[in-house]
Structures are given as C-alpha cells and as structure tokens.
C-alpha cells in the first residue's frame, strides 16, 4: 500500500499549475538570533523559480543577505480535506539591477490581472526595491483533495 504522502503528492505539471495559479505566499527568512521570520508576499513562479519584490531596506532582505536560506509556503483550502500546498525549501538572491525590478513588477502586475504591468503603487518605489529569486532545493508538496475525504 502507498504511503500517504506519496498518495498526496503534486505531480510535476500540479505543482506547476498550483504555483503559476496563485498569488500570495508565505517567505521564512530566519533573523540574527536564528528565529524565524515569516512574512506575506506577492509572488510570480517561472522557469522553475519563485520572483519576490521588496524594499532593500526591509528586515527580510537584511535578514537574507545575512542568511540566503529561505522557506517559501503556497498553500489554500480552508478544511483538511482541501488543503493544497507547496513548501519550498532553498536559496535566495537578491537582485538590485533597476531593469530586472521592473521587469519583475510588471511580471507581477500582469499575473494580477494589470493591463499596464507596473502596479502604480509599486512604481514610485522602484529605485528602492530590490528583487528575491528563490531557486528550490528541496520541494514538498501536499493535495488533500486527492484524498476523496478520507483521512
């Protein structure tokens, strides 16, 4: 009999579908004491990476250029039975260069439906920003649904 995890596990196409259809994650970057710090994110997913947009100055991109290890979690459903989610474990850079920012916000923008790309809110910020490319090293992934309602 399969294990249950393996019963629940996002195929590769899934996983892909699952983080190219949602939004917003939750980023772990770890502080100078070693605690956690998780934070709410707008996110994109390409080419096998996950793209963020921050201010240079925030606690998460002093905690990262500190510590690039990272924990990225994409996950819905509100009962047991419809969680879906994808826990990605793995490296960050951070990216400065102006063009890519702004590449990456309009990434951003279109993925929530902006015609324009930029979010307006986001463009008088870009000299500020910087860019976080998580590149996975480790991905676990869970679909309850797959379960029929057993547990």
């Known amino acids: ?15 892909e579908q699952f983080l190219n ?14 605690f956690p710090h998780v934070v709410a994110m707008n996110y994109f997913y390409i080419d096998g990476a996950i793209y ?5 100055k925030a606690q998460k991109v002093v905690n990262i250029r500190r510590n690039p290890k990272v924990g990225v979690m994409v996950e819905t459903g509100r009962s047991y039975d419809e969680l879906q989610g994808v826990l990605v474990r793995g490296h960050c850079q951070i990216i400065e260069d102006p063009e890519q920012v ?16 930029v979010p307006r809110e986001a463009a008088a910020s870009m000299p500020k920003r910087v860019v976080l ?10 679909d309850h649904t797959k379960l029929g309602g057993r547990y």
């Open 102 to 117: 702004r590449e990456s916000l309009r990434a951003i923008g279109q993925k929530q439906g902006q015609r324009s790309g």
């Open 133 to 142: 490319k998580i590149v996975p090293e480790k991905i676990t992934s869970w």
């Open 1 to 15: 009999m399969p294990s249950r995890q393996s019963l629940i596990k996002f195929n590769r196409e899934e996983q």
């Open 21 to 34: 259809k949602n939004l917003k994650a939750a980023l772990a970057t770890l502080d100078k004491n070693g």
């Open 52 to 56: 963020m947009t921050s201010y240079g």
